[in-house]
């Protein structure tokens, strides 16, 4: 089964913290979810003006913002340990097959994706180690136009 996913997350340099993580999967299934336990004290004003003002759990109207939800989805505000736990409902192998990750610009998505379990070995079972990279792809095929 294919996965498209991409998180949002405040970095320093040194850590990463989800802030959210959005994934489809190619049976038109979709898994929204923010991190609760985020300490959104720590993001740069670059982060506060461009991702956290548009996270769902900011928005007045929720069913509005909330398209996911409306179409079926899954996810919502959630602890770290929670989404860890439904990334897993979501995407497991036994049920919808092998899982195939794919990200645009996809390094910290993945190293971020990676950390809800724990470290990379940490991975459930069935799980690949590596995340295919979108942009990557865009290169090797020269960089195409998508219609």
Sequence with gaps: MHYWFDTEFIEDGKTIDLLSIGIMAEDGREFYAENSDANLSKASDWVKDNVIVHLWSRQQDKNSANAWLRD????????????????????????????????????????????????????????PMYCRDIKQECDRLGNPKLP
């Design 72 to 127: 079926g989805g899954a996810g919502g505000l959630l602890s770290h340990s929670d989404i860890r736990t439904e990334v897993l409902r979501f995407c497991n192998p036994k049920s919808f097959g092998k899982p195939e990750f794919w990200a645009y610009y996809a390094d910290y998505d993945w190293v971020v994706f990676c950390q809800l379990f724990g470290t990379m070995v940490d991975l459930p079972k069935g799980f």
